[in-house]
């Protein structure tokens, strides 16, 4: 079976490929265009797709009989692809939860952290040769330990931000989800039911939650008024949860003290007002970028075509 990678991965992932495939690697690192997604159902048993590859409704319309059978997507999120269009062409679809959760958990305490200490701010400081040294009241920011920490949406990476911050920080845990979950782990988690009452309690608010129509917008002008004007506000799950109009209109009108961004709603896109704000820190999409973590998620993408190959049950079918 012919197998079409979408982007450069570490090289035990395409080892791991070729042993099992006919498989040509895509040397760019920018998303696929129209051209090459129809090229690839056309001519490959298998794609395995990643983040910005746009595998919507309109690709499988211009392709009505693709040879592809399998989008094995690199990554937990799924969000770039139509699935229930992809199902109708004939092609299943699988991702690679598990393998992404505690390093995406870590971004999310590095970003609580340099948000609420003014990391990012303090670092910029001393490498413009601007710092005057230490003083009693200088770049005071926001103490973790025994705040609240509030997390929207509560699945593997939500919980595992939870363990991070109330074991590591003595935080107390607040979440919203829409399914209630047991959190044996975390017995003093407490449920709020709305998202507005979640914003309004915590001093700390991560956004964890997948990224689906439902979810679009999220997090919009109302839910950030909700929030304190001490609080931060940390995504680490997709860009569009939050609208970002909203987000800047909040953080330039002093009505929270800052966020952390792992995403953006327009990726790669960061808009200048943004850029231009020191309350806000920016990191270029780091959650899982740790090689031991982007190998193991490559594996996994594997394994699940290797399934498909043999006529297997998908191990991470979506």
Not at 29 to 50: F, K, Q, R
Not at 125 to 141: C, D, E, I, K, S
Not at 212 to 233: F, G, V, Y
Request: proline fraction near 7%; glycine fraction near 8%; charged fraction near 20%.
């Amino acid at each position: 079976m012919k197998l079409f990678i979408s982007r450069p991965l570490p090289e035990p992932v395409l080892e791991a490929a070729r042993a099992a495939f006919d498989v040509t690697v895509r040397r760019s690192n920018a998303p696929l265009s129209n051209t090459e997604m129809h090229a690839a159902l056309t001519g490959y048993d298998v794609i395995l797709p990643t983040l910005g590859d746009q595998f919507r409704a309109p690709v499988f319309a211009a392709c009505p009989a693709p040879r592809a059978r399998l989008l094995a997507n690199f990554g937990v999120g799924y969000n770039h692809i139509d699935v229930a269009a992809a199902q109708a062409a004939g092609l299943a679809v699988t991702n690679t939860p598990g393998a992404v959760t505690d390093a995406t958990a870590d971004i999310a305490l590095t970003l609580m952290l340099m948000s609420a200490r003014r990391a990012a701010e303090g670092e910029r400081l001393v490498r413009a040769g601007r710092w005057q040294g230490w003083h009693p009241t200088q770049m005071l920011g926001l103490h973790l330990s025994g705040k609240t920490l509030g997390i929207v949406g509560m699945g593997r990476i939500g919980q595992a931000i939870a363990k991070r911050a109330h074991f590591g920080f003595d935080m107390a845990i607040r979440y919203h989800t829409r399914t209630p979950r047991d959190l044996p782990d975390l017995p003093k988690a407490q449920r709020m039911e709305s998202l507005h009452a979640l914003m309004e309690a915590c001093d700390i608010v991560v956004i964890a939650a997948p990224a689906t129509p439902q979810t679009h917008h999220l997090i919009d002008a109302a839910a950030l008024a909700a929030m304190r004007p001490h609080a931060h506000l940390i995504n680490i799950a997709r860009g569009d949860l939050v609208d970002e109009a909203a987000l800047i209109a909040a953080l330039q009108g002093g009505r929270i003290a800052g966020a952390g961004l792992d995403v953006y709603e327009f990726e790669p896109r960061v808009p200048p007002e943004l850029l231009a704000m020191e309350n806000v820190v920016l990191l270029p999409h780091l959650g899982t970028a740790a090689l031991e973590v982007r190998t193991q998620m490559g594996m996994m993408a594997v394994a699940n075509a290797v399934a498909f190959r043999d006529g297997q049950e998908l191990p991470n079918a979506v």
